[in-house]
């Protein structure tokens, strides 16, 4: 009768899914809003971030599903007697709180940036020895989301690091969105979705096609450059848990087609959309790519399935997204620098995803398409003729007709 009992008991452990632990519901679609460092670096201060949430809701991204807005490094002070973190006075001066508590006013929700080391990569106060008095801390101040890097974490265990400040989280009792900045180092998607909502899978971006800018021990890299690095990942993904492929570069030096592409790019393959830009001032253009509802849809679908790459050959690829009520995203990505004048027969083709156990027979199915970026649309029965720009992409949602 016990052993019974215990065999119940263990079977119904090993079939809590993983990320269930956390058991907080957050992030069940990838993550959206603003974070301070790819634009301001260290540059930062109070006047910045509540400007920032003013212009999220002025410009309707709030209404478009961006919802945080994250301080990066830097917003550091020092620790005091106790050990307590402040933040630095001279940029910070009403303190954490009252910014929470003005973000909060304004529908949205504040992040704040924590390291596992006892520096962060900017060389501030990290949380190492600290991890459980910085999360009550964040709590205490209305903290809605951590995003926690790896800089001096030389003999610490990523997995042990992690799972340190998880539970610090936890034991805080306020939901705070755990983003797992460890450069996939130590391969987080094998074992985070218990611990985190999102691990990064590389190093920094940086705003180019298919370049690497090298600081020395590290080089950050372009969008073809991190896409390239998601291979073999999408399985680890889910609602809860999510491959991040970095903060986004929107409207921060590449042509209207690369922007339109990243953001592409990151919708399907389910990645958090952190935008990274200065939303204060941006061209109109900017705007309606970062506000792309279609595209953001494509993203935040609720079936939270990553995109496959089904076809590549020379520079273009084709994707796929299985997404809800059995409907498709479809992608032609085109690598090259000259446009490419693309033909597919749907009739030709099936496309089947192992992963999600799902087909799209063309042959036996008419799909409508819509154009997510033209809204533009045709339908399967039909061959697709199109012109996809130099790093460009064409992006279609696929409904059964
Ligand atoms: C690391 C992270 C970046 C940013 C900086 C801040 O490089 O990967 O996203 O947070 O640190 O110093």
Redesign the pocket.
């Known amino acids: 009768m016990k052993r019974a009992f215990a065999t119940l008991l263990m079977t119904a452990v090993s079939v809590t899914p993983a990320w269930a632990q956390k058991a907080d519901g957050l992030a069940m679609t990838p993550q959206m809003g603003w974070n301070s ?1 790819n634009k301001f ?1 260290c540059n930062i201060d109070e006047k910045l971030i509540r400007e920032t949430a003013d212009a999220m809701v002025k410009l309707g991204l709030k209404d478009a599903g961006y919802q945080y807005v994250n301080i ?3 917003w550091h002070g020092a620790r005091d007697a106790n050990g307590e973190m402040h933040p630095d006075p001279q940029r910070f001066p009403s303190g954490i709180k009252a910014l929470a508590d003005y973000v909060h006013a304004r529908g949205l929700k504040l992040g704040i ?1 924590s390291d596992v080391g006892n520096t ?3 060389g501030r106060p990290g949380s190492r020895g600290h991890e459980y008095q910085d999360a009550r801390t964040y709590a205490a101040w209305g903290v809605d989301y951590i ?1 926690y ?1 790896w ?1 001096d974490s030389k003999g610490l265990s990523a997995q042990g690091a992690y799972q340190t400040i998880s539970d610090a989280i936890r034991a805080s009792k306020r939901p705070m969105l755990l983003s797992m ?1 460890e ?1 996939g180092e130590n391969k987080p998607w094998e074992w985070a979705a218990p611990i985190g909502h999102s691990w ?1 899978t590389t ?2 971006i940086y705003p180019c096609w298919d370049c690497e800018m090298s600081h020395g021990s590290w080089s950050a890299l372009g969008i073809l450059r991190i896409l390239d690095k998601q291979a073999g990942l999408r399985k680890y993904a889910g609602p809860g848990h999510w491959n991040d492929m ?2 986004l570069e929107v409207g921060m030096g590449m042509t209207e087609d690369e922007d339109r592409a990243h953001f592409s790019i990151w919708a399907m393959m389910n990645s958090p959309l952190i935008l990274g830009n200065d939303l204060r001032s941006m061209p109109a253009s900017v705007r309606s790519i970062i506000g792309r509802r279609e595209v953001i849809a494509i993203n935040q679908d609720p079936l939270g399935v990553q995109a496959l790459r089904f076809y590549n050959q020379g520079q273009v690829e084709l994707w796929a997204k299985p997404m809800a009520n059995d409907e498709w995203a479809f992608m032609i990505l085109n690598r090259g620098e000259a446009p490419l004048a693309y033909r597919y027969d749907w009739q030709q083709h099936t496309i089947g995803d192992d992963l999600s156990k799902r087909e799209a027979d063309f042959r036996k199915t008419t799909y409508r398409w819509t154009d997510a970026w033209t809204g533009k649309s045709g339908d399967t029965g039909k061959r697709l003729e199109v012109t996809v720009p130099a790093h460009g992409v064409v992006l279609l949602r696929l409904k059964k007709s």
């Open positions: 460092w670096a990066d490094d830097c940036y962060t990569c900017g995003k890097d800089c900045c450069w990064r190093g920094d970095d903060m």
